[in-house]
């Protein structure tokens, strides 16, 4: 159809029916942002804000980085698009080979996509295909846990535990359990790592004898989790996580979409746990969130399991257009040399102890009934309205940002997450604001 000769006007906001959003709330009162740079946003009629959760937990080297904008214009210049299908371009293979060095153990190996959610779709997928190239194709069932987010893909919502996100599409992958999510009452206004909750590992060791282990492809965890509030894992826990997969033949996937890159003040929540998984998931400040890009960190006897057969035949048969697309992985390398460079993920943990000292110092403030911190990440849980789920923290973050501080809300929850180039003083400010708003609110 030849396009209408006169344009919708340039202020109509029906057309983009957005995501995770209140739609008829924001198109009554937009809140736009038009141009960013370092740690803060500026809004089209120029007021600035700060921005307290790196974008969506993405922009971790902080915005507007000219060595990344620079790499992308380079690559674009050289060559826009190539196929990674049978064809291949050097940036993705120096790409995976970076992220290869970064990781512990031998998680040697890169397979790229475009998201966070692709990534976990990825990672099932190569889980299943993984067990039946070794022989053992009857572990086709998955373990997520309560409270999980995996994205919105069908796998991702399958094995997420957030019911908003799963309620309403029906019936998605067969063969998943879920464990416990880890959030204990008890462990309430813990710093870091809670005491509390070791044990509720152990319920894998139920599912195991529900199904046999025979039948278990893979467990998929957030380390910390992120989407519902930051949960980070009690003591032990993924140590004994650990321990039972090994026990069972079981895969272990940490989606460190969120965790990755320097977040929790050490490359992945793996090597700050000293847990390693078999495979890990990422996204985000993988590019910095220059370009879209997921991908999942694999281990070199998954990846060796595939390996066989003639030379001349396909070992995956899964992948994407973009599957190490050259724009992205220009940016991605751009942005593994800032993070080397500036010692991003040894600042996320030399400022962790001061982050730590400026969450906690908010309780006793009306509503806050919980506090949880790790690297640089804080769940602000705060009592919920009766009657009225979200509305509190929804408010919390209307009048965050009429003050100048974008926050992130989930439930009756505020999730803090700024760029690690953040300074005290940045600190202070987010802090400070969240406070004056929480003494003034009903
Ligand atoms: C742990 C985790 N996994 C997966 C995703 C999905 O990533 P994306 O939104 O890029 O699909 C997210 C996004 O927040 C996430 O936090």
Redesign the pocket.
Known sequence: MTPPATKPAANNLEAFFMPFTANRQFKKNPRMLAKAKGVHYWTPEGRKIIDGTAG??CVNAGHGREEIKAAIAKQLDEMDYAPSFQMGHPKAFELAARHAALLPGDLNHAFYCN??????DSALKIALAYHRANGQGTRTRFVGRERG????GFG?ISVGGMVNNRKWFGAMLPGVDHLPHTHLAKNAFSKGQPEHGVELADALEGIVGLHDASNIAAVIV?PCA??TGYLPPPKGYLERLRQICDKHGILLIF?E??TGFGRLGASFAAERFGVLPDMI?I??GLTNAAVPM?GVLIKDKIYDAFMDGPDHMIELFHGYTYSGHPLAAAAGLATMDIYAKEGLFERAASLSAYWEDAVHALKGLPHVIDLRNLGIIAGIELESRPGKPTARAFDVFLDCFERGLLIRTTGDIIALSPPLIVDKSHIDQIFGTIGEVLRGLD
């Open positions: 969506l937990w998201s966070g959610s692709e990534a976990v987010y995996h994205g919105v991702g957030e992120g989407s989606d979409v969120i998931t996204a985000k997921g």
